[in-house]
């Protein structure tokens, strides 16, 4: 309890701290990290693999899972951070992050709180960073091993290879993941055509970044307008 007072102060004013006023430092830090750690296992990914394959994919989906929420948090921070103040975007407007749910469950005295904190950006969510990553974790072998199979049950040959893809788009969008038919498929195409089997999962997971900072531009733009347009019924109070 004395140290948690100061230690609350720390991680506001941490996380209150931005690149040129716009990119959080906390997300720049944390991208920064988990794109070392991709580095390295790239570098290192056919020796790791002919070792331990199944844990290497465990890690390197992890890591490209917290990749793409990392991208999608800071998205979210920085579309939002000057749609959430009073009059909003402005020329001199700076970044900050939003303490409104911490002030709620540990409440601070008046001059311990940020002023207008109810119109700051998001926070790094820690937590959410880590279920993201554990899920990659945990379903990096029943995606790597789905992979052996399609490519078990529909072998691409010199002679033909877009058929057996195009089989293998089907079984996995009817089966495994039937969703997103926009974008998945073509992707699928290109990953079971032309990617060995070890860099599979990793190429769909790197397309997932790209998608998942799609979604995150997209969500921040709706909440974006609402925030503009005051009479709409569908705005989000802060």
């Not at 990749?67 to 407007?93: F, N, W």
């Not at 926070?123 to 880590?130: V, Y």
């Not at 399609?150 to 058929?163: E, N, Q, R, V």
């Not at 979604?215 to 009479?231: C, H, T, V, W």
């Amino acid at each position: 309890m004395v140290l948690e007072v100061p230690r609350r102060r720390l991680a506001r004013a941490i996380n209150s701290k931005y690149i040129y006023g716009t990119v959080p430092v906390v997300n720049t830090v944390i991208f920064l990290l988990e794109m070392a750690i991709i580095s390295r296992l790239a570098v290192k990914f056919n020796s790791y693999y002919a070792d331990r394959p199944i844990l290497t994919m465990m890690i390197t989906n992890a890591v490209l899972g917290g990749i793409a929420d990392t991208v999608a948090q800071s998205i979210t921070s920085i579309k939002l951070a000057a749609a959430r103040k009073p009059g909003g975007i402005k020329d001199d407007d700076t970044m900050a992050i939003e303490i409104r749910e911490l002030d709620r469950k540990n409440p601070l005295n008046q001059n311990e709180l940020i002023p207008d904190s109810k119109y700051l950006p998001p926070p790094f969510e820690f937590e959410r960073l880590t279920r993201f990553m554990a899920y990659g974790f945990m379903m990096a072998p029943v995606q790597f091993k789905w992979f052996q199979f399609l490519s078990k049950a529909f072998p691409i040959t010199k002679s033909s290879g877009l058929g057996p893809a195009m089989k293998m788009v089907a079984f996995d969008q009817l089966i495994f993941a039937p969703a997103n038919f926009m974008v998945w498929p073509l992707v699928q195409i290109i990953n079971f055509r032309l990617m060995p089997i070890q860099f599979q999962l990793p190429f769909v997971s790197t397309i997932g970044i790209a998608w998942t900072a799609y979604l995150s531009l997209s969500n921040a733009a709706e909440e974006a307008d609402a925030k503009s347009a005051p009479s709409s019924p569908n705005i989000r109070l802060l």
